[in-house]
């Protein structure tokens, strides 16, 4: 059973940081892209960032030079450091995953993000 739990959310200030994780387990096959996706109440879910196993990189423009991601591919872990957070990253959280040889996506539950004063 395949399980992706994410931890690290909460409530900020502007100009805050806060350090989401998230850990896969279970997935029959190597995970080749780890990423974070987020969705403000009405609007479509977007990219925030993405790593490979390689770890090249890829980051919405409007969190390039604030939010960085990493990942352990060791225990299949993605973090996403956010700093000099905004009111507009408020969102729903959510770590993505992508197999290598057989290409699955897989979701986590989401985890709520709130920057405000």
């Known amino acids: 059973q395949v399980q992706l739990v994410e931890s690290g959310g909460g409530l900020v200030q502007p100009g805050g940081s806060l350090r989401l994780s998230c850990a896969a387990s279970?997935?029959?096959?190597?995970?080749?892209?780890m990423g974070w996706y987020r969705q403000a109440p009405g609007k479509e879910r977007e990219l925030v960032a993405s790593i490979t196993r390689g770890d090249s990189t890829n980051y919405a423009d409007s969190v390039k030079g604030r939010f960085t991601i990493s990942r352990l591919n060791a225990k299949n872990t993605v973090y996403l450091q956010m700093n000099s957070l905004k009111p507009e990253d408020t969102a729903v959280y959510y770590c993505?995953?992508?197999?290598?040889?057989?290409?699955?996506?897989?979701w986590g539950q989401g985890t709520q993000v709130t920057v405000s004063s």
């Open positions: 279970g997935t029959p096959f190597s995970i080749d892209v």
């Open positions: 993505n995953v992508v197999t290598a040889i057989i290409v699955v996506t897989y």
